[in-house]
């Protein structure tokens, strides 16, 4: 139902920090959720916030990354610090009730 686009994305040095952005075409009311798909691998989730605002994240990003969403611009954010290489990936966000329908993705890529 609600289109999303994703950005924010670009190429940074390892350990350096990236706050992603996925804005949905309207009102989102329910949960939304980033995932990532790196070069040759299946697309992996990476971070969920519901929509009391509860957060959840795999444990290659724990402590990393933080996702956090603003209700009022349809937003949610992904601020991504301490970036390593493995973290190099096409991100993608997705929303409740449509969870795996997705935007066109923003690549970040974590190089030297």
């Known amino acids: 139902q609600v289109q999303l686009e994703e950005s924010g994305g670009g190429l940074v040095q390892p350990g350096g920090s990236l706050r992603l952005s996925c804005v949905g075409s309207?009102?989102?009311?329910?949960?939304m959720a980033w995932y990532r798909q790196a070069a040759g691998k299946q697309r992996e989730w990476v971070a969920q916030?519901?929509?009391?605002?509860?957060?959840t994240y795999a444990d290659s990003v724990k402590g990393r990354f933080t996702i956090s969403r603003d209700n009022a611009k349809n937003t949610v954010f992904l601020q991504m610090n301490s970036l390593k290489v493995e973290d190099t990936a096409v991100y993608y966000c997705?929303?409740?009730?449509?969870?795996?329908?997705w935007g066109q993705g923003t690549q970040v890529i974590v190089s030297s």
């Open positions: 309207r009102r989102i009311f329910g949960a």
């Open positions: 916030i519901s929509s009391s605002g509860a957060t």
């Open positions: 997705t929303a409740s009730p449509n969870f795996g329908s």
